[in-house]
């Protein structure tokens, strides 16, 4: 049966991503990296030092494993390189791997499952210079019984990891305004969601398709809408 209420799409907690290159030490991840270390006010609430900007075509050990674009890489061989400590426990973190049963995946990511991490303060661009040392010096061994491993998170689309650029943004780089705006964000959904969508002001929306969906693809990622503000201002006034 459908509900009739209406919940944000994107998720409140993130999920969890192990990666093991156990089935192919020398293979490359088959994406490209992207570097939240340079010492922008918009990586004030990256998690870590880098994520996925881009996935490569073909078979990757990344597409495997289900690997996406804006997934953050976390820990390399249960090595933890965040930026902050997370506020959220990891058995309340859904488990996206697809290999999560494998021993060497639970032995090496054991550092992290504890939840006892201690994060080590960095220089600007030494946190990402050091996650890639790190890849790169499990890979250089080749060793099939200590493949690289890696833990990736993925936050929901509008969570405050994804949506802080889009606030710093909209008020020109002004750190406080963004958070002023940012908290009055969310602080309106939580007193306004889930929405009824019996409701009778909803309904002459829908009907007018003063705000429809596009219907495209968008797999995880924030939906596309279309909004005739001409309708909408006509139904204000009507």
């Known amino acids: 049966m459908t509900s009739s209420n209406f919940q944000s799409?994107?998720?409140?907690?993130?999920?969890?991503l192990v990666v093991s290159f156990a089935t192919d030490p020398s293979a490359s991840l088959g994406a490209s990296l992207f570097n939240h270390d340079r010492g922008d006010q918009?990586?004030?609430?990256?998690?870590s030092f880098c994520s996925i900007s881009k996935l490569m075509e073909g078979d990757t050990i990344a597409r495997k494993n289900g690997v996406q674009a804006g997934d953050f890489i976390i820990a390399v061989n249960g090595h933890e390189f965040r930026r902050f400590p997370s506020k959220y426990e990891i058995k309340y973190m859904p488990d996206l791997s697809v290999h999560s049963n494998d021993d060497d995946i639970v032995s090496s990511d054991?550092?992290?499952?504890?939840?006892?991490?201690?994060?080590?303060?960095y220089q600007p661009g030494e946190?990402?210079?050091?996650?890639?040392?790190?890849?790169?010096q499990v890979k250089s061994t080749n060793d099939?019984?200590?493949p690289l491993i890696l833990t990736l998170e993925r936050y929901g689309w509008n969570s405050r990891e994804n949506a802080w650029h889009r606030f710093l943004a909209a008020r020109d780089g002004d750190v406080s305004l963004a958070l002023q705006m940012m908290e009055e964000n969310e602080k309106w959904r939580k007193s306004t969601f889930p929405l009824n969508l019996k409701g009778e002001g909803l309904q002459k929306i829908f009907k007018s398709r003063a705000i429809s969906e596009i219907d495209l693809d968008h797999g995880d990622r924030p939906p596309t809408v279309y909004v005739d503000f001409s309708k909408l201002q006509a139904l204000e006034e009507g």
């Not at 918009?42 to 998690?47: F, G, N, R």
């Open 42 to 47: 918009s990586e004030l609430y990256a998690p």
């Open 9 to 16: 799409t994107s998720a409140d907690v993130p999920s969890r």
């Open 110 to 121: 054991q550092t992290c499952s504890e939840g006892k991490v201690t994060v080590t303060e």
């Open 127 to 136: 946190g990402y210079t050091c996650t890639l040392g790190k890849i790169k």
């Open 144 to 146: 099939p019984q200590n």
